[in-house]
């Protein structure tokens, strides 16, 4: 079957560093996503791994290891408008580009 | 920018009435896709097209259907609406080719069956 966990919530304080982890069980893979919503709004594309290791961009990064179903999003420098949720999401190995979604983590930063 | 337009933000409908969600890329993205999102169950994909008139089952099919008549537009049909389909739906769009290529979100269209 298909199973993406995630933590439910988090909360961290401005100014410091979190780390989204995110577990993956599917039947196939072709890259694992991390979009960024803010309450009412859509998702926003963040980063993208395929291949094992870390991605960074700006205040962002992203790491992926394959062969332990795991993936996590480290965010630096954390900023009041950080508060969102966080989605994990696994692009299955098929033609169509199918995304399966976590169930996403809510991030609340903290003055 | 990649603009995919949701056409209705907020709905009220009626249990047994049809509904009509409508959305519109402006990328040439072959590849289109409805979720629903609920807390606590995260998006779940209701139906996908990746080809005009083409359409393919999501994880949530039952008691919706799609159209895909033009390749810029996407819409969500449901036949007789029920209260568990009040939810937030999104549409999407991406290209094919590419495993990297993001999926695109259109603002999402909160509805209420009452």
């Known amino acids: 079957g298909q199973n993406i966990d995630q933590p439910t919530e988090m909360t961290a304080t401005e100014g410091a560093i979190v780390q989204i982890n995110c577990t993956y069980q599917t039947s196939g893979f072709n890259g694992l996503f991390w979009y960024q919503q803010h309450a009412g709004e859509a998702p926003t594309f963040l980063s993208y791994n395929v291949l094992d290791g870390l991605e960074e961009k700006g205040r962002f990064s992203s790491f992926l290891s394959r062969s332990k179903g795991y993936s996590y999003l480290l965010l630096k420098e954390l900023q009041m408008k950080d508060s969102a949720s966080y989605l994990c999401?696994?692009?299955?190995?098929?033609?169509?580009?199918?995304?399966?979604f976590g169930t996403g983590t809510l991030l609340a930063v903290q003055p | 920018d990649v603009k995919v337009t949701q056409s209705s933000r907020y709905l009220v409908k009626r249990t047994g009435e049809k509904v009509f969600l409508e959305c519109v890329q402006d990328m040439d993205h072959e590849n289109m896709f409805w979720y629903r999102q609920d807390p606590g169950l995260g998006l779940r994909l209701i139906y996908f097209s990746y080809d005009v008139k083409m359409k393919e089952k999501g994880d949530i099919p039952e008691g919706y259907s799609v159209s895909r008549e033009k390749k810029e537009r996407f819409s969500l049909i449901l036949e007789s609406a029920s209260t568990n389909q009040t939810s937030m739906y999104l549409c999407?769009?991406?290209?094919?080719?590419?495993?990297?290529?993001?999926?695109?979100f259109g603002e999402g269209s909160w509805l209420t069956v009452v």
């Open positions: 999401a696994v692009r299955d190995g098929g033609a169509t580009n199918k995304l399966i």
């Open positions: 999407a769009s991406s290209q094919i080719g590419e495993p990297g290529n993001t999926i695109y």
